[in-house]
T-cell receptor, first 109, second 115 residues
Framework: GQNIDQPTEMTATEGAIVQINCTYQ??????LFWYQQHAGEAPTFLSY??LDGLEEKGRFSSFLSRSKGYSYLLLKELQMKDSASYLC??????????WGAGTKLIIKP | DVKVTQSSRYLVKRTGEKVFLECVQD?????MFWYRQDPGLGLRLIYF???????EKGDIPEGYSVSREKKERFSLILESASTNQTSMYLC??????????????FGEGSRLTVL
């Protein structure tokens, strides 16, 4: 079967750095998305990776290793507003999106 | 600003009632999707549509139907609501790409409670 694994919950301190991991086992791979979802709100797009390596976008970076079936989202200089759930999703060989259950990130002052 | 609007944020219905969830997007997107989101589970695709009057089953279509009469509107219908359909329903849209790698734009969700 197809599977996306993310930690259920993480806690970090304001101003620090946190890395949210996502591992996947899917039938094929056509890219990986990260979305952010604040409580009670719509998910919003953060990043899309299809090639190996790190892509940086301001305080957020996303890394992909296709050979390891692994991605991470790196958040720097954490702010209270970064408290949210982070959803990992993979596009499989049938071009369908497979979603992880999400990681709830709690930022403490 | 791009927008996906879902008609109701909160609904409470009784078992057996017919429920309509409406979704409208103003971005001229070809693709529209209905997901449900439950605690501890990833988003699960109910139905999607790549064009007007076109619909495809997702992973969990049982108990649901959809309608897309106009490009901007995608409706989810629960013919006879059951308690196990209590959930958060998310509508999304995206531009069509051959590899389905377009960014999804989500509505704010409709939280349905079936008593």
């Amino acid at each position: 079967g197809q599977n996306i694994d993310q930690p259920t919950e993480m806690t970090a301190t304001e101003g620090a750095i946190v890395q949210i991991n996502c591992t996947y086992q899917t039938s094929g791979f056509n890219g990986l998305f990260w979305y952010q979802q604040h409580a009670g709100e719509a998910p919003t797009f953060l990043s899309y990776n299809v090639l190996d390596g790190l892509e940086e976008k301001g305080r957020f970076s996303s890394f992909l290793s296709r050979s390891k079936g692994y991605s991470y989202l790196l958040l720097k200089e954490l702010q209270m507003k970064d408290s949210a759930s982070y959803l990992c999703a993979v596009v499989d060989s049938n071009y369908q999106l497979i979603w992880g259950a999400g990681t709830k990130l709690i930022i403490k002052p | 600003d791009v927008k996906v609007t879902q008609s109701s944020r909160y609904l409470v219905k009784r078992t057996g009632e017919k429920v309509f969830l409406e979704c409208v997007q103003d971005m001229d997107h070809e693709n529209m999707f209905w997901y449900r989101q439950d605690p501890g589970l990833g988003l699960r695709l109910i139905y999607f549509s790549y064009d007007v009057k076109m619909k495809e089953k997702g992973d969990i279509p049982e108990g649901y139907s959809v309608s897309r009469e106009k490009k901007e509107r995608f409706s989810l219908i629960l013919e006879s609501a059951s308690t196990n359909q209590t959930s958060m329903y998310l509508c999304a849209s995206s531009l069509w790409t051959q590899t389905n790698t377009g960014e999804l734009f989500f509505g704010e969700g409709s939280r349905l409670t079936v008593l």
